[in-house]
């Protein structure tokens, strides 16, 4: 069982920036795609960007460019780099890992974190 543990939300004003970092508990073949999924109010659980074992990156087209998912050379680390923040970006953000990048990126991780509120006030 891989436990992941988010930290870095909070509140940050419209054009600001925040870094959330998520690790996980264990080393595992389930870590081979790291990703972040949001939910904002009344709204889906939306893909945000995910990294694979070897360094892959893949992002929501409406997100590209603003936001960088990254993680550490041990690999048990992701990171969400967020800049040019907008309201709209308020939302509870979800780290989420897999075995495959597709399961990821449907939604069926097969591990999820608790999720961390970012509050983005205009």
């Known amino acids: 069982q891989v436990q992941l543990v988010e930290s870095g939300g909070g509140l940050v004003q419209a054009g600001g920036s925040l870094r959330l970092s998520c690790t996980a508990s264990?080393?595992?073949?389930?870590?081979?795609?790291m990703g972040w999924f949001r939910q904002g109010p009344g709204k889906e659980r939306d893909f945000v960007g995910a990294i694979t074992w070897e360094g892959n990156t893949y992002y929501s087209d409406s997100l590209k460019g603003r936001f960088t998912v990254s993680r550490d050379n041990a690999k048990t680390t992701v990171y969400l780099q967020m800049s040019s923040l907008k309201p709209e970006d308020t939302a509870v953000y979800y780290c989420a890992t897999s075995f495959t990048f597709s399961s990821l990126r449907e939604g069926a991780a097969d591990y999820w974190g608790q999720g961390t509120q970012v509050t983005v006030s205009s």
């Open positions: 264990q080393n595992s073949a389930t870590l081979y795609a």
